[in-house]
């Protein structure tokens, strides 16, 4: 049984700092791409930020480059999500998930994952 068990998230004002991380177990961690989502109110799931197997390779959509760094320690299971600078409009609820397949890269579709945390909140206040 794959369980992520995401924390970190909080209330920060407009220009703030949150360290998200994700715990993994059931699974060969270091074998599989990770990625963040996220969600908003009214709004669809969004794919955030992606790190493949090894740590070598990130991804992230535009709004948030420069600003949010993601990371992972294989041998803790962890993957992480440093936000810097953050912005009323990154408000939502943010999941981590894991890739369906070993050795691949990250997608930003929510088919490329199989297995999710039960999200964080992460408010953003003006």
């Known amino acids: 049984q794959v369980q992520l068990v995401e924390s970190g998230g909080g209330l920060v004002q407009d220009g703030g700092s949150l360290r998200l991380s994700c715990a993994a177990s059931?699974?060969?961690?270091?074998?599989?791409?990770m990625g963040w989502f996220r969600q908003a109110p009214g709004k669809e799931r969004e794919f955030v930020a992606g790190?493949?197997?090894?740590?070598?390779?990130?991804y992230y959509i535009d709004s948030v480059k420069g600003r949010f760094t993601i990371s992972r320690d294989n041998a803790k299971n962890t993957v992480y999500l440093q936000m810097n600078s953050l912005k009323p409009e990154d408000t939502a609820v943010y999941y981590c998930?894991?890739?369906?397949?070993?050795?691949?890269?990250?997608?930003?579709?929510?088919?490329?994952?199989?297995?999710w945390g039960q999200g964080t909140q992460v408010t953003v206040s003006s």
């Open positions: 059931g699974r060969t961690f270091s074998s599989y791409a």
């Open positions: 790190i493949n197997w090894s740590g070598g390779r990130t």
């Open positions: 998930a894991t890739s369906r397949h070993a050795f691949g890269v990250p997608g930003q579709g929510l088919y490329d994952y199989d297995y």
